[in-house]
């Protein structure tokens, strides 16, 4: 069992699709506190002060798992979309074009902290405007670096990718399954 510190629907579906056993406590911090313009230093930064922030409201009373995700498009560091016009604006950015997609996970047991910093590369073919207006509609994008959502709306315009999945989605879960079975 372990704690998943994130509020992340897509964080949790990727430990229950994987059969892993965890509870779900929540670790609020302001993101927009950290400025860096590096997409690696501003993963990196963010999954150690939720790590931090994990260990000041919660008891280390199981191992636990932190992570932080953000999409670097056209020299740009996208989060979370504030509003409907924000995500529709990032992913105007992504269309037809390619982007990074970088992940920042720590896993931290008694016997040992495990921290992956890792990217997955996506190519991405022209959004339809259409079907980019019923996904803005939808909701889906919240919550989402950069409003995407390859595992939904935009897995038919993949024209290429590098990586695992699980990084775009908010996890590394081929990197953190070898510290789980270690027990």
């Given at each position: 069992?372990?704690?998943?510190?994130?509020?992340?629907?897509?964080?949790?579906?990727?430990?229950?699709?994987?059969?892993?056993?965890?509870?779900?406590?929540?670790?609020?911090?302001?993101?927009?506190?950290?400025?860096?313009?590096?997409?690696?230093?501003?993963?990196?930064?963010?999954?150690?002060?939720?790590?931090?922030?994990?260990?000041?409201?919660?008891?280390?009373?199981?191992?636990?798992?932190?992570?932080?995700?953000?999409v670097a498009a056209h020299g740009r560091l996208l989060g979370k979309a504030r509003d409907i016009n924000e995500a529709r604006e990032m992913l105007y950015l992504q269309s037809?074009?390619?982007?990074?997609?970088?992940?920042?996970?720590?896993?931290?047991?008694?016997?040992?902290?495990?921290?992956?910093?890792?990217?997955?590369?996506?190519?991405?073919?022209?959004?339809?405007?259409?079907?980019?207006?019923?996904?803005?509609?939808?909701?889906?994008?919240?919550?989402?670096?950069?409003?995407?959502?390859?595992?939904?709306?935009?897995?038919?315009?993949?024209?290429?990718?590098?990586?695992?999945?699980?990084?775009?989605?908010?996890?590394?879960?081929?990197?953190?399954?070898?510290?789980?079975?270690?027990?």
């Amino acid at each position: 069992m372990i704690a998943l510190g994130s509020s992340s629907f897509t964080r949790a579906k990727i430990l229950e699709n994987a059969k892993i056993a965890f509870v779900r406590r929540a670790v609020d911090f302001d993101e927009s506190a950290v400025k860096d313009k590096n997409a690696y230093d501003f993963v990196y930064k963010i999954a150690k002060c939720k790590a931090a922030r994990y260990l000041e409201i919660y008891s280390f009373d199981m191992p636990f798992l932190v992570a932080d995700t953000v999409v670097a498009a056209h020299g740009r560091l996208l989060g979370k979309a504030r509003d409907i016009n924000e995500a529709r604006e990032m992913l105007y950015l992504q269309s037809n074009s390619s982007i990074s997609i970088i992940t920042c996970m720590i896993y931290k047991s008694l016997e040992l902290e495990f921290t992956d910093l890792s990217q997955t590369l996506y190519e991405f073919g022209e959004f339809k405007s259409g079907g980019l207006e019923a996904y803005l509609e939808s909701g889906e994008w919240q919550g989402k670096a950069g409003a995407c959502m390859v595992e939904g709306f935009c897995k038919p315009y993949i024209k290429k990718s590098v990586g695992f999945e699980s990084t775009a989605m908010g996890l590394s879960l081929e990197k953190l399954l070898p510290f789980l079975e270690r027990k």
